[in-house]
């Protein structure tokens, strides 16, 4: 009996929980339909995130253009200025090679006038050397007088010491002018020739060192023009990519107020959705739920039965104790 009992108690209960898990299953498929709603809202604003990431990307990529854009025309200009000074390069290089030719001719002349200058200084120290050596001997005959001997045959002079005299100054003159100041005249024209022709080495000099200065500026634009050129080429390949892309996103649709009242949509039912998962869970217990109520009846009835049988056997049981004593008496 106490088993029946609690098995009677088990059951009441077991009962309540099945009904309030069938209302809550009613419950549930009244508002099933707020589970699609959510789902589609979550498909919804999948696609609309995506599209929102390619209209971002879209704008980034339109934004990004203008300033290719900027720079692929300013990149184009340099590049035109830059190839528009390097025209004069061969000109110069010619220029150079000009210069460079007249230098070398120069510095042949130079040579060959400081050669001359050089000759004729000591032919003039040699004939300088000649006069005063003359002048010494006459010095010489001077001082000693009609018995020193002459220079040439050793002999005493006598007679021949006035023409022996007269001889060495005229020797003295005719070296002074046909060979000191012949050679003094063509040292001046080569001096000057000289001067000139330093003046000469210096212009060219002069021009060949602008020339370098110029060439050695066009060449640091030949290398700005080449890092130019290849920065004009990833510009111009980027500019073209970019298009390419923003063609594919030409027809792209976003409107962000479709998206903000997704999301809000989504956030109002969000309670709701976690709500009915719950009930998801809960109803999923009934079948269980039914399987125990089914056991728990049944062993009711067994213990019912099992009731019955005792207390039949119970009826059936028959005791007399006085009997029972005169039985033990006997």
Partial sequence: NNTLSNQKENLAKQETKLQELQAKAALYEKEKPLLTEYKALEVTLDDLQKKKELFLKKQGLEKE?????????????????????????????????????????????????????????????????????????????????????????????????????????????????????????????????????????TVIEKALKELGEKLSVLTSEEMTLAKKEEEFKVITQKGMDNKKELEGLKELKYDEKVHTDALTAKMKLESKYKELLGLQTLIAQIPTLEQELKATETSIDKTQESIKRQNHAIKEHHYNAQEHQTQEGI
């Fill in 65 to 201: 253009q203008v300033v290719l854009r900027a720079q692929y025309e300013e990149d184009k200009k340099e590049i035109l200025d830059l190839r528009k000074k390097l025209e004069a390069k061969p000109q110069l290089l010619k220029v150079q090679t000009e210069q460079n030719m007249l230098l070398q001719t120069s510095v042949t002349k130079l040579k060959e006038l400081e050669s001359q200058e050089s000759t004729l200084r000591q032919e003039i120290a040699k004939y300088n050397g000649l006069i005063e050596n003359t002048n010494k001997q006459v010095a010489k005959i001077e001082t000693i007088g009609k018995e020193s001997n002459c220079p040439t045959c050793t002999r005493p002079l006598l007679d021949e010491y006035d023409n022996v005299i007269a001889s060495l100054h005229e020797n003295i003159k005719q070296i002074n002018t046909q060979e000191i100041v012949k050679r003094d005249v063509t040292l001046k024209m080569v001096t000057e020739a000289k001067n000139k022709e330093h003046e000469n080495k």
